[in-house]
């Protein structure tokens, strides 16, 4: 079992930056895959980036490529949502999420993933 807590959001201008945390529990966090989906008022969850355990392969999502990074440090059991150029179509309820090391499913789709947080607004002002 493993537990998901996210911390990092908030108010924040367009074009400002916030770094989301992910704190996990368990005695396994390097070997899962973490990502970070989103969702805004009225539409699907979505997602945002993943990241294998070996780091190397990583994933974004189009619309926020160039301007967020995912990162983790296994030693503390954390992952990162680094997300810098900030837009007001980013605002959305961000969530954490881990899932085995390998998957049938697609890394991009919610069904790939085992575990999630609770979630943490970000909220982009124009």
């Known amino acids: 079992q493993v537990q998901l807590v996210e911390s990092g959001g908030g108010l924040v201008q367009a074009g400002g930056s916030l770094r989301l945390s992910c704190a996990a529990s368990?005695?396994?966090?390097?070997?899962?895959?973490m990502a970070w989906f989103r969702q805004a008022p009225g539409k699907e969850r979505e997602f945002v980036a993943a990241q294998k355990w070996s780091v190397v392969h990583t994933y974004y999502a189009d619309s926020v490529k160039g301007r967020f990074t995912i990162s983790r440090d296994n030693a503390k059991n954390t992952a990162y949502l680094q997300m810098n150029s900030l837009k007001p179509e980013d605002t959305a309820v961000y969530y954490c999420?881990?899932?085995?090391?390998?998957?049938?499913?697609?890394?991009?789709?919610?069904?790939?993933?085992?575990?999630w947080g609770q979630g943490t607004q970000v909220t982009v002002s124009s």
């Open positions: 368990g005695r396994t966090f390097s070997s899962y895959t």
């Open positions: 999420t881990a899932g085995p090391a390998y998957s049938s499913n697609y890394y991009w789709t919610a069904a790939r993933y085992d575990y």
